[in-house]
């Protein structure tokens, strides 16, 4: 069954909304990820240091959250395209976009 463009427009736009909200719920998860106090080495940083894994697993989570949004930052307005393709030369004028 093929979808005609209203239902296509529709479905992107809440393809849209679902991924923002799981965009929401990675940065809330990366926000709530624990930082346990820095440690002071004499000399450097050790890789495995506790400190810096878990800023870079916030820094994980964010980067899926910021991608998820970008996803549904564009969906938005290919929904509205499609959306206001399909309506009459009359509709089309009158339609803000």
């Not at 002071?40 to 506790?50: Q, R, V």
């Not at 564009?74 to 929904?79: D, E, G, Q, S």
């Amino acid at each position: 069954m093929a979808l005609n463009r209203s239902r296509l427009a529709s479905v992107l736009e809440w393809g849209s909304f679902l991924i923002a909200l799981t965009a929401a719920g990675w940065w809330f998860a990366s926000a709530a990820v624990h930082l346990p106090a820095p440690l002071s080495y004499w000399d450097k940083t050790p890789e495995n240091d506790l400190f810096i894994s878990a800023i870079r697993y916030s820094a994980h989570l964010n980067g899926i959250a910021a991608s998820l949004t970008g996803i549904s930052v564009l969906l938005t307005p290919v929904a509205r395209l499609i959306r206001n393709s399909t309506g009459s030369a009359r509709d089309k004028s009158e339609a803000p976009l």
